[in-house]
């Protein structure tokens, strides 16, 4: 599984990347839009093409996900502390960890949880540097969620990830980073198939 998740602030022709980038295969969209009201949110996913809504999870402003045919829903790690997800158990819920025995200890309500950083992060400077999560992911435990591998990820590395004990990888900045979006993503999910 590749999942892509967007970059916080909003980028040029991003939504017209994201339907490209859902024809040549992505499985997934996270839409992490932080800065924007509800309003600008549903402007936002009215522009991706209905035919991929539900592939779709939000990780904010779940209210709108009736009206977009959206059925997934992402909790951060502090929201999942604090319980802010038990009304959506039943449906399709993730959720972020960073060290593999957090991991270990989620339930079955969880579909599946990313685990940060695996790599120094192309997006964020400095974060990851000292990052043990690659090796630490050979003490999962917890096969009733699916382990999502995030940070640093890129055409070069992401068959290294998948030689591990991973079921998925998301990216971040290869794809936001980068003059060629659908080029890196294009690539990422051939050297993941070959």
Known sequence: MIIVITPEELVQNETEIINEL???????LHIRKPYINSREMAGFIE????EFHHQLVVHSHYELAENFN???FHFREIDRQND???SFIGKTISTSVHDIEVFNELNEDWEYALISPVFPSISKKGYGEDSTVLNDIKRRGN????LIALGGIN???IQEVFENNIDGVALLGTIWKSNEP????KKCRQNVLS
Do not use: H, M, P, W
């Open 47 to 50: 522009k991706i093409n209905t």
């Open 143 to 146: 096969l009733k969620v699916k």
């Open 155 to 157: 055409e070069n590395n």
């Open 84 to 86: 802010l997800y038990t």
């Open 22 to 28: 859902f024809r040549e295969g992505l499985d997934l």
């Open 70 to 72: 959206i059925s997934r």
């Open 182 to 185: 659908i080029q890196n993503f």
